[in-house]
């Protein structure tokens, strides 16, 4: 072993015995035989499941893969207008964390896919809305979080308070409350999380500026 | 448009090449809300700043003379929503200014300790928020922030078995509270801010040695005692920069004479005095809630209390203004009633729309990552400034 | 200075009756709006500029009222002028408190007064192509606006 | 020569993941382009005026000098991995290589064209 030649890296055998995930997954595997459909997400997801040697494959439509991957990695735009976006903080922090859905709040609607409209949007605000409802890249959805966005809320008979955001962006999934806890955002996030596993046409989406009245 | 130009009151000796003319517009994330500043820049330094604000205008003063005193406290919740208490008690202590209502003894401390907790919730999230837009200076962005949150939710979570909401609450009514504790409810409370005590101590070790923190917050946007005064800055702004003046010592309402605490006042005016002061506030605030748990007095929670119909508070003719030592500063009702169920003219005494309208004043010469920093000592809440 | 010199000085120099009480309520003639602005602060000491606003009484026109304390003796003065039915003009307070700037920006925005010497008259909360100010009585609250409505 | 099939397979790889993530990306995201959607984003606001503005020089001369460090380190790197062959050598040429560049920095330093005025 000449002084130059370098040292050959001893790297410990892989002891996969005692991680216990892969015991209980063993033991999963041995009393389940026919076959590996974990859950129910799963099954959804897949519409065949044929053995081949060395584990299995799965077949599925390309539709329900895409949406599969866009599901589970929806990242809203960080768009707090008013209390609510008191409360869609406290969402995205560490107690009712939306990272677990795989939502990154993320600054910029260029890498957004998701706009929650939190807060009352008021007649100066909603061309501001629209532009960055506009400048987000397609496919994109939008939570109206709120009474205020749902239908203009408390401040309905305001003369600057838009009724409903839905006269300015279409709306996907409407999250009700003043301001709805968290827990209820989450719900809403849960609902469009279902809405965009049924996003059947990979291509067209309705135009953005067709005004739903 | 405002011609920014020949309205510079900060002209800088500035011999390069034209200026350029950038919006931190209504969406930015250290916007703290819905506020668009035009920025005039010279390279790295800004020239010249325009706020833009009504973005968030709900119509406040309007609506209020369409509802009567029963129904506004909760939509009074919303002009200061990160500090929602405190903006319910300034509506309510004026309409009892006007009809002279007394206020149970019982009603009075319940009050206090809500508010007090408020602050402590809302120092919370200025400091995460704050922390978070000087992100990459404390060594990740979050971190400072999901702390401070972890925090507020424990407060959040008082306030849910106390009123059984989180952030907006229908606590406060002309008269006194709606709710009284449920048992157990003070054991809670004295153990969350007893847990909030020692976490406080933590976040000042973390920020006070850390390099980045001290050179992003000394001498920036500083404040001087006068121009405060002038153009109207209240709160810990005002006691940043050297006027000792707190509403609640000064013009004691509310039973706030009865606990002792002092009011913490600093000289420099600048970012960090503003911390300085905000963290002091939090203490003081945990030893008024701990004095008013312990010697909460029996009794009604509120004089007034078969409010069923919601036009039932007839107020006499006349006018008062009631001020609140909130946690941005002084929040007053000014309300003119004629006798009738509803408010004549109502007008809300915001504490951030004057602290915000001395941003104009004090960013120009600054590099454009002061900004942030100037912004989020101010903590401006756009319900409040927008009214 | 403290409550009560204040009262009698400014009963003795304005001329006008000062009733008692924590704010003390000064109502002057518009002409003699700044005078007494610059006297509260020179004079009385009230260098804290608390907020400025003003009031629509339907047919006895607008009244415009400014609030200043002197911090250090607890001392509230409320300023307040008629500006008589139909006038929409008034002085401004900005060369004497510059709190004021946006203080009279959102009265020209919701009363239409229009405060003469003001650096920057425009509106500050609604939109510049806004029509009306919604804070006077004859402004219904849902007036609607085009697009959104 | 031998030795350098390793590295143009290598870079095959590097080019084939960069074109195939975004040929795919391409490929399948759908495309509605809308001048409003193609317009600069400005936090939401109409941008003011234009970005094309001269910029005082002090950028260019950050540029420049991290042109220089930047250099310096894109040969610190296989440098560390044959150290070792090399042997004292090596830190020679090194130490000379810094020494120089060194001069740059100190250079810049006193120029005060880091210090931002």
């Known amino acids: 072993m000449a002084l130059n030649d370098p040292p050959v890296p001893v790297i410990p055998a892989p002891i996969w015995r005692n991680f216990k995930e892969l015991q209980e997954w063993e033991e999963l595997h041995k009393t389940r035989p026919e076959g590996d459909k974990h859950s129910p997400v799963f099954e959804s997801l897949t519409e065949g499941i044929h053995n081949f040697p060395g584990g299995f494959v799965v077949t599925t439509a390309a539709d329900a893969f895409l949406n599969w991957a866009r599901k589970s990695s929806v990242w809203p735009v960080t768009f707090g207008l008013a209390c609510c976006a008191i409360e869609m903080m406290a969402t995205f922090c560490s107690r009712f964390d939306v990272e677990r859905l795989g939502m990154v709040p993320w600054a910029s609607p260029r890498h957004s896919d998701l706009m929650i409209v939190s807060g009352t949007v008021t007649i100066k605000m909603a061309p501001m809305l629209l532009r960055i409802y506009d400048q987000m890249p397609d496919p994109k959805w939008a939570v109206s979080m709120g009474s205020c966005a749902n239908s203009g809320g408390p401040f309905r008979h305001g003369y600057h308070v838009v009724k409903g955001v839905d006269r300015v962006i279409p709306v996907d999934v409407y999250v009700p409350g003043c301001p709805p806890p968290p827990e209820s955002l989450l719900n809403g996030l849960l609902l469009l999380q279902d809405q965009i596993a049924h996003f059947k046409k990979t291509g067209r989406k309705a135009p953005a500026n067709e005004k739903v009245d | ?111 206090v300790i809500v508010a007090e907790l408020q602050r402590i919730a809302s120092h919370l999230l200025w400091l995460g928020t704050w922390c978070m837009d000087m992100g990459g200076a404390l060594g990740g962005g979050a971190t400072i922030f999901l702390y401070c949150i972890r925090e507020r939710e424990l407060v959040l979570d008082l306030f849910e078995s106390l009123v059984g909401a989180r952030l907006l609450y229908g606590f406060f009514q002309v008269g006194g509270t709606r709710y009284d504790i449920p048992d157990g409810w003070a054991q809670a409370c004295r153990e969350t801010i007893a847990l909030i005590d020692s976490r406080i101590d933590e976040y000042e070790e973390m920020l006070e040695d850390n390099a980045f923190f001290l050179a992003r917050t000394q001498g920036v946007g500083t404040v001087s005692r006068e121009l405060a005064q002038d153009v109207g800055i209240a709160g810990p702004l005002l006691r940043g920069s050297g006027v000792d003046f707190d509403i609640r010592k000064n013009v004691p309402y509310s039973s706030y004479g009865d606990f002792d605490f002092s009011v913490p006042v600093e000289t420099a005016g600048d970012c960090y005095a503003r911390y300085k002061v905000r963290m002091a506030e939090f203490r003081q605030a945990i030893a008024i809630v701990r004095q008013a748990l312990d010697t909460l007095p029996a009794g009604p929670i509120s004089s007034r209390p078969a409010l069923k119909s919601v036009a039932q508070i007839r107020i006499p003719k006349g006018e ?57 000592s101010v903590d401006p809440v756009f319900g409040e400034v927008d009214r | 200075m403290n409550a009560e010199q204040a009262r009698a000085s400014l009963a ?138 | 020569m031998q030795g350098y099939l390793s590295v143009v397979v290598y870079l095959g790889f590097i080019i084939a993941f960069a074109v195939v993530s975004l040929g795919m990306a391409w490929l399948l995201s759908p495309k509605r382009p809308f001048p409003s959607k193609l317009n600069t984003y400005e936090c939401g606001a109409e941008p003011i005026g234009s970005a094309w503005v001269q910029f005082p020089v002090g950028f260019y001369l950050v540029a420049l000098v991290f042109i220089v460090f930047d250099a310096l380190a894109v040969f610190l790197f296989p440098w560390v991995l044959v150290l070792r062959t090399l042997g004292v050598r090596g830190i020679v040429t090194m130490v000379l290589f810094l020494a120089i560049l060194g001069l740059g920095w100190v250079y810049a330093y006193r120029e005060r064209i880091l210090e931002w005025h």
């Open chain 3, 12 to 149: 003795s120099t304005f001329g006008v009756e000062v009733a008692a009480g924590v704010p003390l309520v000064v109502t002057v003639a518009p002409e003699r709006w700044e005078a007494l602005a610059r006297y509260a602060k020179d004079t009385v000491g009230c260098r804290f500029f608390n907020f400025l606003t003003a009031v629509d009484w339907k047919e006895q026109g607008l009244e415009v009222v400014a609030r200043v304390d002197n911090l250090d003796e607890n001392v509230a003065l409320m300023l307040k002028t008629k500006l008589g039915p139909g006038v929409t003009r008034c002085a401004s307070l900005t060369p004497v408190y510059r709190g004021a700037n946006w203080m009279e920006r959102e009265c020209f925005d919701m009363f239409g007064i229009r405060f003469d010497g003001h650096p920057d008259m425009r509106r500050i909360l609604l939109e510049d192509t806004w029509e009306g100010h919604p804070l006077l009585k004859s402004y219904a609250v849902d007036t609607p606006h085009p697009p959104y409505r």
């Open chain 2, 1 to 111: 448009m405002l011609d920014v130009n020949n309205t510079t009151r900060v002209e800088m000796d500035w011999s390069g090449p034209e200026r350029l003319q950038m919006n931190m517009g209504p969406q930015h994330p250290s916007a703290h809300g819905v506020f668009r500043a035009i920025v005039t820049l010279e390279g790295e330094t800004v020239v010249a700043v325009d706020a833009v604000i009504g973005y968030l205008h709900r119509c406040h003063e309007k609506l209020s003379e369409t509802l009567t005193y029963a129904q506004y406290p909760s939509i009074a919740s919303k002009t200061d929503y990160v500090a929602a208490m405190t903006s319910e008690f300034a509506y309510v202590l004026a309409a009892e200014e006007i009809g002279k209502f007394e206020v149970p003894k019982r009603a009075q401390y319940l009050r």
């Open chain 2, 320 to 376: 008062a203004y009631a001020r609140v030592e909130g946690p941005r500063g002084e929040v007053g009702s000014y309300i003119i009633s004629d006798g009738s169920a509803k408010p004549y003219r109502m007008k809300w005494r915001g504490a951030s729309f004057s602290n915000l309208s001395i941003l104009p004043l004090i960013i120009p010469g600054h590099k454009v990552a002061d900004v942030v920093a100037i912004m989020g």
